[in-house]
């Protein structure tokens, strides 16, 4: 693998975000913003991490993407992982689904839609919701 078809490989995103979080707790429902990066492992498998800033507390996930049908205009995806978040937060596994909406070879939409298991706290449920664009090199 040389170092430009890795490079080819590796994406940045960035969108808007909303937690609706289930079962009690210090956590309610917030909105805020998500930065990703991630790379191809493959045509079908990626590895990303995401950062968000919600209202008064931010999160870190490392997950899986796995594209299952596309890779045309529209392209569906499923993603696991893990999950945490900071201050009065919680942490566990993370699965959802999503899509890409390719504008071209490089500019994608995105929406994702992610259920996090809450581990560490009260917080039985945490639903995430999130919007926006992606970049492809």
Known sequence: ???FSILASIYLGAGGALQLAQGGGDMSR????C????WYASDFLAVECEAGWLENQSSLAVKGLWHWWGYERFDPFF???GRGWFHDGDAGPCAGTGFFYHLDDHWSLRADAEATLGLERDVEMIYSFGLGVQYEF
């Open 1 to 3: 693998m040389t170092f």
């Open 30 to 33: 917030k909105g805020g913003a």
């Open 35 to 38: 930065l990703r990066a991630g």
């Open 79 to 81: 993603t696991f992982g």
